[in-house]
């Protein structure tokens, strides 16, 4: 798992490695929800 900000646009990048693309793309949804919960969007 990777939070990176960017340093070029006003986003947050969020990389998972999982065992399957569906876990994780479930846990990069949550920690994604979690980043726009702190940023406020």
């Known amino acids: 798992m990777l939070l990176r900000p960017s340093g070029t646009e006003p986003v947050v990048r969020v990389m998972v490695e999982a065992p ?15 980043v726009r919960e702190r940023v406020g969007l």
């Open 20 to 34: 399957t693309d569906e876990q994780a793309t479930e846990i990069a949804e949550r920690l994604a929800g979690i």
